[in-house]
């Protein structure tokens, strides 16, 4: 568990769990001395790190949207004799935003690698592309396999 007042965390254990082990089996999380094992120091390790780049996250997603580069995005994709896929309800970077950025805004966001997430992300999108010929592919493999279940006919 995660305090946000004072910036900690916390295990808690139930102990009333069906599944909280008393027998002695699996990873112990606390030593003879009462101070967390190894095993939880790593965990905790881990819950502190997930926090830092979560809250990173936060910031990067709220500096995006302050500089105004999201947009509502929808994919489109037409597949197999006219079949319409559509994927909608995400937000994107929009490029040309993006460009139009002062200098001072570019490098600020260079020094941060926000930059590069952006790039990335753009690089992303580009994946879109490639969604309707795998569509289109797997729809294939689904008819080939229902017309090979297909009791044969005797005429």
């Given at each position: 568990m995660f305090s946000r007042s004072g910036d900690r965390f916390v295990l808690c254990v139930d102990e009333e769990f069906p599944g909280f082990n008393r027998e002695g089996r699996g990873q112990r999380?606390?030593?003879?001395?009462?101070?967390?094992?190894?095993?939880?120091?790593r965990v905790l390790t881990f819950l502190q790190e997930y926090q830092?780049?979560?809250?990173r996250t936060q910031r990067f997603c709220a500096r995006v949207k302050e500089l105004g580069l999201l947009e509502p995005m929808q994919a489109q994709v037409t597949?197999?004799?006219g079949t319409r896929l559509s994927l909608g309800g995400f937000m994107?970077?929009?490029?040309e935003k993006?460009?139009?950025l002062t200098g001072d805004v570019l490098a600020d966001l260079a020094k941060t690698d926000e930059l590069e997430l952006l790039y990335l992300h753009l690089q992303?999108?580009?994946?879109?592309?490639?969604l309707r010929?795998?569509?289109?592919?797997?729809?294939?493999?689904?008819k080939d396999n229902a017309a090979a279940e297909e009791p044969a006919s005797v005429h």
């Open positions: 999380l606390f030593g003879e001395d009462g101070n967390p094992s190894p095993y939880v120091d830092a780049q979560f809250r597949v197999d004799a994107a970077v929009n490029r993006l460009k139009a992303s999108m580009r994946n879109f592309d490639g010929d795998r569509l289109e592919h797997t729809l294939s493999q689904q």
